[in-house]
């Protein structure tokens, strides 16, 4: 079993930065490609970065490359969202996700549309 949860989120202006964390625990190979989502008001849950750490592979969707930077700490325990120039479109609840898959390419985007794995309860960014 796998529990997740996340903090670090809060209101900021447009072109501020916050930074996400994640904190893990649980069976490590059942949260070996983690992941960042998030539920914009009235809309869908949508993946924005993932990571799987052991060969260092990250992944962005276009929206959020270049501002946010998806890390993991190297005992695998905490996740972070670093999010810098923040739009007012960024405004969302975050979620954390969990996954055990057999390669990085099961991490990637085209992977994200899958509901598999652990969540966390999710926190709020607001950018105005």
């Known amino acids: 079993h796998v529990q997740l949860v996340e903090s670090g989120g809060g209101s900021v202006q447009a072109g501020g930065s916050l930074r996400l964390s994640c904190a893990a625990s649980?069976?490590?190979?059942?949260?070996?490609?983690m992941l960042w989502f998030r539920r914009a008001p009235g809309g869908k849950r949508v993946g924005v970065a993932s990571i799987y750490p052991s060969r260092g592979t990250t992944f962005y969707d276009d929206s959020v490359k270049g501002r946010f930077t998806i890390s993991q700490d190297n005992a695998q325990n905490t996740l972070y969202l670093q999010m810098d120039n923040l739009k007012p479109e960024d405004t969302a609840v975050y979620y954390c996700?969990?996954?055990?898959?057999?390669?990085?390419?099961?991490?990637?985007?085209?992977?994200?549309?899958?509901?598999?794995?652990?969540w966390g309860p999710g926190t709020q960014v607001t950018v105005s």
């Open positions: 996700s969990a996954r055990g898959v057999p390669s990085d390419s099961l991490c990637s985007p085209d992977h994200w549309g899958s509901d598999v794995g652990y």
């Open positions: 649980g069976y490590i190979r059942a949260r070996n490609c």
